[in-house]
């Protein structure tokens, strides 16, 4: 089965998991999306008390430890990532009309070879945001999704800011040689997921 995809791309608190909650919600181009939020995933599991079927009682604390030292999943872990993303599919009921929205995965090049495998990425969603108003957003919480996480202290976010320079962002080049789309959004403190919302769309549907 085909699956077509559209990858957020941005640095923590950006706004990623709101707006593709609004995808999901509004769809778009007359499709279903389906948000396949990675880090939301990899937070269920890792509360869970024991291991989800399907995963062995090691991938279980691997991926708990990925998230409390905020580590990126490497190549050989990639299968961990394949299994949550069959799941998820199936578990949403994924059809061929449907766009998938990734957000969280792939987050560095040797993944995006991996899931460029198994998706194929016809847009790429850039939203961009500074350090300080990465900051301010997380502080002041506009979109509503970092109310109890654990890794919003500032030495994890600064951590992961860093992550995000060296080994994220280059995947807007890889998918931009690779013909896809994409759409770059300023992203204030404040913006609420449905001004990234309007601003994509406008975007689109000027570039349709």
């Not at 604390?61 to 050989?76: Q, T």
């Not at 792939?106 to 495998?117: G, I, K, N």
């Not at 994890?156 to 890889?174: D, N, W, Y």
Request: hydrophobic fraction near 35%; proline fraction near 4%.
């Amino acid at each position: 089965m085909s699956i077509d995809a559209i990858l957020l791309i941005g640095p923590t608190g950006a706004g990623k998991t709101p707006f593709g909650e609004c995808l999901e919600a509004r769809g778009f181009g007359g499709r279903r999306c389906l948000h396949f939020d990675f880090g939301h995933q990899l937070r269920t599991i890792a509360g869970q008390g024991n291991p989800p079927v399907g995963f062995s009682r090691g991938e279980h604390a691997f991926i708990r430890d990925v998230l409390e030292k905020g580590l990126l999943l490497e190549n050989e872990y990639f299968p961990i990532a394949e299994k949550i993303i069959d799941s998820f599919l199936r578990e949403r009921g994924f059809s061929g009309t449907d766009v998938m929205v990734l957000n969280g995965l792939p987050r560095h090049l040797d993944q995006a070879r991996d899931v460029d495998r198994k998706v194929t990425t016809s847009a790429v969603v850039v939203l961009e945001c500074g350090a300080e108003d990465v900051l301010r957003r997380i502080s002041d919480n506009p979109g509503g999704d970092r109310t109890g996480r654990e890794d919003d202290g500032i030495e994890m976010v600064r951590k992961k800011l860093g992550i995000f320079r060296e080994r994220t962002a280059p995947l807007i080049r890889h998918y931009e040689n690779a013909g896809c789309r994409i759409f770059r959004v300023e992203v204030g403190p404040s913006a609420t997921a449905e001004e990234i919302y309007v601003q994509f769309s406008s975007m689109a549907e000027r570039r349709l």
